[in-house]
């Protein structure tokens, strides 16, 4: 993973600043959250940035799949 200097910010000013760390993802496509001095997390922007190109319904297909897997205890007991 690349990342650049104006991507870059601290975990430390990401809790206290998020609508900064949004601000640069959507600006810059990407925003890397550092921890103890290396990467740790990753905020990409999905609209506009190449790192996962996926179409607005995949983009649906992936979330749903996501909340069905977490879910789905209660999903089966709703089906009763």
Known sequence: MSAEANTVISVSEAKQN???VTHIA???GQAVIFQDDRPKYMLIDL???PVIDMT???KIDFVA???LKKFRPAFLELAK
Do not use: G, H, T, V
Request: glycine share 0%; hydrophobic share 25%.
């Open 65 to 67: 799949a996501r909340i």
């Open 18 to 20: 998020f609508a900064r």
């Open 56 to 58: 607005d319904d995949e």
């Open 26 to 28: 959507e600006k810059q």
């Open 47 to 49: 609209d506009s940035s």
